[in-house]
């Protein structure tokens, strides 16, 4: 459904992509996850043809989206993450502007904005303005906009931040029922859970690439062994942490020893089996440190995302959190 | 949340079949329907956009009430002089506005929104501000005019009253085309009303609006001569004035007299040229 090559985007000295590749399969939920500024609004605003890459090609049901925009337009639907609402309208209003945008007929048009708004729980609310709606209200009006002409591929850029848990779970629902009815969904997030639990596959986006690719119980599959986590005291400090590494590096059947600074330096490493586990409290008695947890598990996506980009979701939101512009980010929505 | 099975499933493309003139105009009526119900839901525009014009009527009226008798050419009473420079006012002022509504679009995503869609064309946009703003400027100046005629400063007949449409409709294009132009230029809000509001009052006062070139210091006669506001306030005057002829000279410039067909001409000329000079900005702002 959605074919993307080697895209590339700055925006003045930064790099938003750097040879994004990507492809989407007919009647699938793909989830994009990444950290804030990996490049995954960038990625879909170039799919909704609201942006043009510098370098790169990208096909939208074999259609090229550079060379046809309108095709391209008329197959999908875009779900954008700041909504842009006019509140002196009423929710019904906005959607049968957006019909009319569309070319819908003016009777089914109303019908198609009944039946969404039925199916998303809108009734008491859709002809009031849109100034008065809430977070989640907005968010769902958005849904049905993006839903009004029955694309063939529904993109959402973080569909659910920032939502109550009823709302995230409403939004969920749909979503699943659209792909359980053919529709190709595209949803960018940075919520591990929600791709975990909503995703058939998932691409990892960091510094405008895609580093891993596959459904979620394949990419944990493919890693292999159990996660453990180690803390010696609720919060060591580093140079506990770096000296704790070399003792448990030297156990047997351990790998890829991680400090994780979002956890107080505790240590995350695999280990083969469970006898490695029994081994390495051996050691620690013999060395007399002390053991605040020690805890296992089977590989989660949070340790996909930590094999492959080297450091877990947490630490990269952090790194980011403080050196986001939003001034320069609203210039660059801005037409 | 309930849902029927269907109700989700995608279709293929609907209304193939249509002709691009029926999406054309179904786009336009939508985005033009949209801007009237933001006016009519907060009509403080329309209100502040006649109340200006006829606070300035009447207080600029009666400033000049007592003036000498013959001050004026042809024995013209100072309130029938100024109205037809306060109509022009009006729709200036209204066009002068165009761009507002497409800047914050621009600014709060809304033109993202719209950009999505499959539009025929995205002139469309374009097009139904000048749909709105051409109502919107009209409608303000003919109250205006009504109010003037109650207020005895006459009412121009028949061919008259068309000429005073022709002419405010070309100055509204011309203005309107710069107001577009200047929302997509500028960089926020913010600086489109500065620009607004600097461009006002200045460009009401260098014109023959209040006063008669005669009246006026050469360097300021000249600056009025080429304002296009004059252009579109003599034409009116003219017409206000009672029998006319479009070949009758209505303003004697100090670079030669001029006629109202060569103003009209002049607004017309100037309207085609400004949007032919903000295509290239649209083109690129809206690809």
Redesign the interface.
């Known amino acids: 459904m959605i074919e993307l090559h080697n895209l590339s985007k700055r925006y003045g000295p930064v790099e938003a992509l750097g040879g994004l590749s990507l492809k989407v399969p007919q009647g699938c939920l793909f989830g994009l996850l990444g950290p804030n500024g990996a490049g995954k609004t960038t990625t879909l605003r170039i799919l909704?043809?609201?942006l043009a890459p510098d370098t790169g090609t990208v096909r939208v049901g074999g259609v090229d989206a550079l060379a046809e925009p309108?095709?391209v337009?008329?197959?999908?639907g875009?779900v954008?993450q700041?909504v842009?609402?006019?509140k002196?309208?009423t929710g019904r209003?906005l959607l049968?502007?957006?019909g009319?945008?569309?070319?819908?007929?003016s009777a089914?048009r109303d019908r198609r904005i009944a039946?969404?708004v039925?199916?998303?729980?809108m009734e008491s609310w859709i002809d009031r303005?849109c100034g008065s709606y809430s977070g989640g209200m907005r968010r769902r009006l958005d849904l049905a906009?993006g839903?009004l002409?029955?694309?063939?591929l529904l993109v959402l850029d973080e569909p659910t931040v920032g939502l109550d848990i009823e709302s995230r779970g409403?939004i969920w629902?749909?979503l699943r029922?659209?792909r359980d009815?053919?529709?190709t969904v595209l949803l960018s997030s940075h919520y591990l859970e929600e791709i975990d639990a909503l995703a058939d596959r998932l691409a990892i986006i960091e510094g405008g690439r895609v580093i891993a690719e596959g459904a979620p119980a394949e990419l944990k599959a493919a890693l292999g062994g159990d996660r453990v986590t180690l803390r010696v005291r609720e919060f060591s400090d580093e140079q506990e942490a770096l000296k704790l590494k070399a003792l448990v590096q030297d156990c047997q059947g351990v790998r890829q020893v991680v400090v994780n600074r979002a956890q107080g330096f505790s240590l995350n490493f695999v280990v083969e089996n469970e006898g490695v586990v029994e081994a390495l409290r051996r050691q620690l008695a013999e060395a007399q440190w002390p053991v605040f947890a020690l805890a296992q598990s089977r590989p989660s996506l949070d340790d996909v995302y930590l094999q492959a980009t080297g450091r877990t979701l947490m630490d990269a939101e952090l790194e980011v959190a403080g050196s986001r512009d939003p001034k320069a980010e609203r210039k660059q929505?801005?037409? | 949340?309930?849902?029927?099975?269907?109700?989700?499933?995608?279709?293929p493309?609907?209304?193939a079949g249509?002709s691009a003139l029926?999406?054309l105009s179904?786009?336009t009526?939508?985005?033009t329907?949209?801007l009237f119900?933001?006016l009519a839901?907060?009509p403080s525009t329309l209100v502040a956009g006649v109340l200006q014009p006829l606070i300035w009527l009447v207080l600029f009226g009666a400033l000049f009430a007592n003036a000498p008798a013959g001050m004026l050419p042809d024995g013209l009473s100072y309130g029938r002089f100024l109205g037809a420079g306060v109509i022009v006012f009006t729709a200036f002022s209204a066009a002068l506005n165009a761009g507002l509504p497409l800047m914050f679009d621009?600014?709060?995503?809304?033109?993202?929104?719209?950009?999505?869609?499959?539009?025929?064309s995205r002139f469309s946009i374009v097009l139904a501000s000048v749909l709105y703003i051409t109502s919107l400027s009209l409608l303000q100046s003919l109250a205006i005019m009504g109010t003037a005629a109650l207020l005895g400063y006459g009412w121009p007949g028949g061919a008259g009253l068309l000429l005073v449409l022709v002419t405010l409709l070309l100055l509204v294009f011309a203005v309107t085309a710069l107001s577009l132009g200047l929302a997509?230029a500028l960089p926020g809000h913010i600086e489109l009303i500065a620009v607004i509001f600097v461009a006002n009052l200045p460009l009401l006062f260098a014109s023959t609006a209040l006063a008669p070139i005669s009246f006026m210091p050469p360097w300021l006669g000249w600056l009025a001569a080429l304002n296009p506001l004059t252009f579109a306030i003599e034409p009116i005057r003219a017409a206000y004035a009672g029998a006319f002829s479009l070949s009758d000279v209505v303003l004697v410039a100090p670079y030669g007299s001029l006629t109202a067909s060569t103003c009209l001409l002049v607004l017309a000329v100037l309207a085609l040229s400004l949007f032919l000079l903000i295509r290239p900005l649209l083109d690129r702002?809206?690809s």
């Open positions: 909704a043809t609201l309108r095709a337009r008329e197959l999908l875009y954008a700041e842009a609402i006019d002196i309208l209003e049968q502007l957006q009319d945008l569309y070319h819908m007929v089914e039946e969404l039925g199916l998303l729980a303005r906009s839903l002409h029955r694309p063939a409403a629902q749909v029922q659209l009815q053919g529709t929505a801005m037409r | 949340m309930t849902s029927a099975p269907s109700l989700l499933a995608p279709t493309s609907p209304a249509r029926a999406d179904q786009e009526l939508a985005l329907k949209r119900l933001q839901r907060r621009r600014e709060f995503g809304f033109l993202n929104r719209l950009l999505v869609a499959p539009l025929r997509f702002k809206l």
